[in-house]
């Protein structure tokens, strides 16, 4: 009898499920399971970034700089001019025969320049002051910027009288260069019809400077056009013999180059020689 209630025993304790039978272990020995992540697309090998700095925010652009040309390209406007068309020339600083020589043939060779441009300044023009030109506003815009030109390439000129004396000492003291710059020097003081650009301009500037105004214009053109062209060419004559006289001076040197000679005929329309 006892057998058969221990055999009933074992086989109740036999029919319990073994889910129930198992003993849960602490939750501190279970591994934990990460969390599900979501799929961000099929994966693809790329280099790591590079770390980029913090950008400070965006500052309004600025005016692209306006280009520099160099000093060399062009002769040096005098200290305080206020008008140049960039055929100035600066004084001479040098202290052999040799720099005095290439500063001649440079100072020679500008200066022509210098000439050349003022007259074809008014190739083909009338020759005349405007006719009833009674204020700025009667000259068209194309004559007001001829005026200002002519004012710059006047202020130009004067830098070589300026520059003339110093240069004077130390070329050679051959008495046929020293009569050839004393000549030139002569010319440019001489020389007094190229003033009117500066006149001129000036009353197209600020007209109210000026009293009379068509009065003033037409003294100051009509003086311009009736004398600065023989003017400039006596300078440039003067110019071009102060050189063939130091070719001659220095025979066993390198000659400077000789600019050729201007026409005798104004640049006016129709002009005749004076």
Same mark, same amino acid.
């Given at each position: 009898?006892?057998h058969a209630?221990?055999?009933?025993?074992?086989?109740?304790? /036999?029919?319990?499920?073994?889910?129930?039978a198992q003993?849960? *272990?602490p939750?501190?020995?279970?591994?934990s399971?990460?969390?599900?992540?979501?799929?961000?697309?099929?994966?693809?090998?790329?280099?790591?970034?590079?770390?980029?700095?913090?950008?400070? *925010?965006?500052?309004?652009?600025?005016?692209?700089?306006v280009?520099?040309?160099?000093?060399?390209a062009?002769?040096?406007?005098?200290?305080?001019?206020?008008?140049? %068309?960039?055929?100035?020339m600066?004084?001479?600083?040098?202290?052999?025969?040799?720099?005095?020589?290439?500063?001649?043939?440079?100072?020679?060779?500008?200066?022509?320049s210098?000439?050349v441009?003022? #007259?074809?300044?008014?190739? @083909?023009?009338?020759?005349?002051?405007?006719?009833?030109?009674?204020?700025? /506003?009667?000259?068209?815009?194309r004559?007001?910027?001829?005026?200002?030109?002519?004012?710059?390439?006047y202020?130009?000129?004067?830098?070589?009288?300026?520059?003339?004396?110093?240069?004077?000492? %130390?070329?050679? #003291?051959?008495?046929?260069?020293? !009569?050839?710059?004393?000549?030139?020097?002569? /010319?440019?003081?001489?020389?007094?019809a190229?003033?009117?650009?500066? @006149?001129?301009?000036?009353?197209? #500037? #600020?007209?109210?400077?000026?009293? /009379?105004?068509?009065?003033?214009?037409?003294?100051?053109?009509?003086?311009?056009?009736?004398d600065?062209? *023989?003017?400039?060419?006596?300078?440039?004559?003067?110019?071009?013999?102060? !050189?063939?006289?130091? @070719? %001659?001076?220095?025979? %066993?040197?390198?000659?400077?180059?000789?600019?050729?000679?201007? *026409?005798q @005929?104004?640049?006016?329309?129709?002009?005749?020689?004076?």
């Amino acid at each position: 009898m006892k057998h058969a209630v221990l055999l009933l025993s074992v086989l109740a304790a /036999a029919a319990v499920t073994p889910v129930a039978a198992q003993k849960i *272990p602490p939750a501190s020995t279970r591994p934990s399971t990460p969390a599900p992540s979501v799929p961000s697309g099929p994966k693809v090998l790329r280099p790591a970034p590079t770390a980029t700095p913090a950008q400070a *925010p965006a500052m309004p652009s600025a005016q692209p700089p306006v280009p520099v040309t160099p000093q060399s390209a062009q002769p040096s406007s005098p200290a305080g001019a206020t008008h140049s %068309a960039g055929l100035a020339m600066p004084v001479y600083t040098g202290t052999s025969l040799g720099e005095a020589m290439v500063y001649t043939g440079r100072f020679v060779h500008l200066l022509d320049s210098t000439i050349v441009s003022l #007259a074809g300044t008014f190739r @083909n023009t009338s020759g005349q002051p405007v006719m009833g030109a009674s204020s700025p /506003a009667t000259l068209s815009q194309r004559e007001r910027d001829r005026w200002s030109r002519c004012r710059d390439l006047y202020w130009d000129l004067t830098t070589y009288a300026t520059a003339l004396p110093t240069l004077r000492q %130390a070329l050679p #003291a051959s008495p046929d260069v020293q !009569i050839r710059v004393a000549q030139l020097d002569s /010319a440019f003081g001489q020389s007094t019809a190229t003033a009117e650009c500066d @006149n001129v301009s000036s009353m197209i #500037a #600020a007209p109210d400077h000026f009293t /009379a105004w068509q009065d003033s214009y037409e003294t100051s053109a009509r003086h311009f056009y009736r004398d600065f062209y *023989p003017q400039v060419r006596r300078i440039d004559e003067a110019a071009r013999a102060l !050189i063939f006289a130091l @070719n %001659a001076a220095q025979p %066993a040197g390198r000659p400077l180059p000789m600019p050729p000679g201007l *026409p005798q @005929n104004p640049p006016f329309a129709g002009a005749m020689p004076n």
